[in-house]
Nanobody
Framework: QVQLVESGGGLVQAGGSLRLSCVASGRTSSMYAMGWFRQAPGLERDIVAAIRWSGGSTTYADSVKGRFTISRDNAKNTLYLQMNSLKPEDTAVYYC??????????????????WGQGTQVTVSS
């Protein structure tokens, strides 16, 4: 089993920045890839960014390309999401997730074994 705990969410003005963290514990060697997802009220949960744990290949949703950066620190078993130039439409609950699925997309996320509890990001205009 793997446990994922997110942190770093909060309230920020449009144009500001936040960095989300996700600490993984347990059998982290079982995870091939991790990703960040978000869900706004009334909408489905969508992929934001994903990274392969080994090699570091990354993918991004078009809506965040050039503004968000996903990274990982293998030694700390920590996943990050640096979010810059935030917009009100980025407001959502952000979840980290991991598993043996790649590529990670909204569609393939249903195969991910491990999910965090979510952290709220609110961007005011």
């Amino acid at each position: 089993q793997v446990q994922l705990v997110e942190s770093g969410g909060g309230l920020v003005q449009a144009g500001g920045s936040l960095r989300l963290s996700c600490v993984a514990s347990g059998r982290t060697s079982s995870m091939y890839a991790m990703g960040w997802f978000r869900q706004a009220p009334g909408l489905e949960r969508d992929i934001v960014a994903a990274i392969r744990w080994s090699g570091g290949s990354t993918t991004y949703a078009d809506s965040v390309k050039g503004r968000f950066t996903i990274s990982r620190d293998n030694a700390k078993n920590t996943l990050y999401l640096q979010m810059n130039s935030l917009k009100p439409e980025d407001t959502a609950v952000y979840y980290c997730a991991g598993g043996s699925t790649w590529p990670l997309t909204t569609a393939t996320s249903k195969y991910l074994q491990y999910w965090g509890q979510g952290t709220q990001v609110t961007v005011s205009s």
